[in-house]
């Protein structure tokens, strides 16, 4: 199987020497706007987006029957999920895939440097959402099924800033990848790379987001605990776990990868994806609530 994947890689690298790729440099992208004092930086951007968004999304969705939260819970949701996003995302990164940052915890504070986990994120959100329904008294899973579609849009515009920065760059592709592109520090050589951050931006992102958004407002899955959580978790275990084919592994997870014949990432995708299908069996299984009540039109 090793030798199988180098020859292909090999075979992918030639193929893309001879090739006229795009290159990533030639877009003119930068990482910020610079403000003078200091560069505000896209990827701050993209956080800051996806929390207002899902903020204001969550504030509309509470408006309608049956909502398990009222607007000071969303507010009280709003700032410990923030906490939840960044402590999460930085100490996931540091547990899965840079490790030795936790031997220097003052550089796990230097969030301008990069290194987020989408799972140590999740990790930090679920740790916010139970904390905040603990001490309200409120229905986690219901919770959840609320705050799930609010969630795809701002992986869209992280995994849009990923590109933005020329990070997280995907493997050699073929001839046959006309987008194909060259990421500028990737490798010594011009090979050009599937753009996984723009594969994984619409799978994470915008398919979730077309599928979660209107089942809760145009179907009764509200209705059903657990099963917009389970079509949100289980679908982005799905999308994560096909784009890691397309996406090139951490340099310092490159031997793991070669061991386990399975990504890091793919690997924190195969919890994710048996616990979507058990919210989704549960939901299908138990009874709706409010069966009464009409779909409500969006506000």
Known sequence: MLIDLSLLDVMASAASAVHHPIYWADLGLKRGIDLGVFTLRFYSLAYLAGIVFGYWHLSRMIRQAGSPLAQRHVDDLFFWCTVGIIAGGRLGYAAFYAPQLLAHPLELLKLWEGGMSFHGGLIGVTAAIAWVCRANRLSFVRVCDYIAPCAPLGLFFGRCANFINGELWGRI?????????????????????????????ALEGLVLAVVLIPLFWRTRARWRPGLLTGVFVLGYGLARFTVEFFREPDAQLQDFAARTHMSMGQWLCMPMIALGLFFLIRALTRPMLGAAVPIDAPA
């Open 173 to 201: 592709a073929g001839p046959d990848v006309p987008w194909a592109m060259v990421f500028p520090g990737a490798d010594a050589g011009p090979f050009a790379r599937h753009p996984s951050q723009l594969y994984e931006a």
